[in-house]
């Protein structure tokens, strides 16, 4: 098992930039595939971008493909997002999650572990 723990959220500008990181629990953060979901008030949670253990393989979802970045330390139980030119409709609460399977996925019941969530407003 492993626990979550997301931080980083806060309020920003169109076009700025805000790092989001996501804290795991336990010496097995590294076994998991890890992802970045969202939710906006009045939506379903959506997809952002997944990584592999060894972060060797990416993928995002289309909205935000060229403008965010996941990345992970493992020797530091850490999962990062870097959200670069945000939009309004980046707003969000943002989550990560753990993956116990093999292949990146953007299912949300793929995932096993869930953190609390960070909120991001982008507002000018």
């Known amino acids: 098992q492993v626990q979550l723990v997301e931080s980083g959220g806060g309020l920003v500008q169109p076009g700025g930039s805000l790092r989001l990181s996501c804290a795991a629990s336990g010496r097995t953060f590294g076994s998991y595939i890890m992802g970045w979901f969202r939710q906006a008030p009045g939506n379903t949670r959506e997809f952002v971008a997944a990584i592999t253990r060894t972060g060797t393989n990416t993928y995002y979802a289309d909205s935000v493909k060229g403008r965010f970045a996941i990345s992970r330390d493992n020797a530091k139980n850490t999962l990062y997002l870097q959200m670069n030119s945000l939009k309004l409709e980046d707003t969000a609460v943002y989550f990560c999650?753990?993956?116990?399977?093999?292949?990146?996925?953007?299912?949300?019941?793929?995932?096993?572990?869930w953190g609390q969530g960070t909120q991001v407003t982008v507002s000018s």
């Open positions: 999650a753990a993956d116990r399977g093999v292949t990146l996925s953007s299912r949300l019941g793929e995932y096993d572990y």
